[in-house]
C-alpha cells in the first residue's frame, strides 16, 4: 500500500465512524498499550471501536491493568465490515494471526508501526522506523490530532515505551522527553513497569533453571563472534504465563561471549517460536526475515519448523 503522513491518518480516523484496531498475536505491551489507547481516543469521539488479537484468548495478566481493557474484543465477535481496520506494531500482515481476514472487510486499513520490516500491507502505511516504540507514533499522532493525552491514555503509551525501550536501555533523547511528558500526567512509572516487566510467579524460577542449564555458546559462530542460545520446551513451560516466557531472552542476551542470543520457543510439534537479539554488530532483523519473520536491526523473531539440531543449523546458516 501507500505510505501515509500524520495528517492524513488523522483524516482516515475522523472520517471512519466503526473501527476496529488490531494487535499483534501473542500482545507486548507495545502493541496492545498502542491499541488501548487508539482505543480509548476513538471511543471519546464517539466511534463504535474494538480492540483485538488472535491469541491467546485472554489479556497477559502482566497487561490487566491497562486502561481500555473493557474494549478488548474475542476473536469470534469482532465485527467484519467497518470503515477502517488498524494495525498497530504488526509487521507483516502473518502477526495478526486468524484476525488477518478482517482485513477484507474494511474499506480502508491503517498500519501504524515502527518496523523497520514493515510490508506496509495497508492501504495507507503510517512507519516511523526510528521510533522507539509504536506507542511513540500513536503519541506523534495523537499530538496531530489534538487529542489530549490523560493519565489512562499515558498509561497505556508508558507500557509500550518502557518495554520497547528495554526499560530506557536504548533509544533516543526524545524516548526520555515522550516519557517525561507521560509520567507529568500523574501516573506511576515505577508501578508500570514493576507490573510489567519485574513480577514473575515463583514458578518462573525452576523454569528458569531448567533453561539456562542447558544454554548453549558457540564461539565465532556470527563471523568470529559468539551465538548463545537456549530452549524453552513446553514441559519446562507449560504452567507458566508469556510473559515468563518471554522474559528468558533477556537473561541470555546479557551473554558477553555473545554477540546474537537466540531463544527456541516450543509452541507445537517441531514447531518454535524464535526471539533474535543482537548487540551492535549484526542486522538480526535480516536474518529474521531470511527465515520468514522480521523484526529490528537489534530485536527480531520468526517461526521454525524441525528438532532442536535443524531450527539451530537453519539459524546459523542465516547468520555465517
Ligand atoms: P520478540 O523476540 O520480542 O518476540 O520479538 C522481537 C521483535 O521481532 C519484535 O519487534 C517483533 O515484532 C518481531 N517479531 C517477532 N516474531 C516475529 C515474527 O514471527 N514475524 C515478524 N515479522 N516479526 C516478528
Ligand atoms: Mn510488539
Ligand atoms: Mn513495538
Known sequence: GAPVDLPG??????????????CHVQPDADTLGSGLALGLALERRGVAVQVAFAAPAAVPESMRSLPGGHLVTPVESVRREVDLVVSVDCGTVGRLGTLRDRLAGATRTLVIDHHVSNTRFGTDNLIDPEAEATAVVLTDLFDEWGVAVDADLAHCLYAGLVTDTGSFRWGRPASHRIAERLLATGI??????????????????PMLSSVLASAT????AVHGRGLVYAFVRRADSAHLGSEEVESVIDIVRTTAEAEVAAVFKEVGHETW???????????VAAAATDLGGGGHAFAAGYTAHGTPDSVVAALRGVLE
Open 188 to 205: 506511576d512509572g515505577a508501578a508500570i513497569t514493576r507490573e510489567l516487566l519485574d513480577t514473575h510467579p515463583f514458578g518462573w524460577l
Open 9 to 22: 491518518a488523522v483524516a482516515l480516523l475522523d472520517a471512519a465512524s466503526t473501527v476496529t484496531v488490531l
Open 273 to 283: 517460536t524464535v526471539s533474535l537479539r543482537s548487540k551492535t554488530a549484526v542486522d
Open 217 to 220: 555458546l558457540v564461539p565465532d
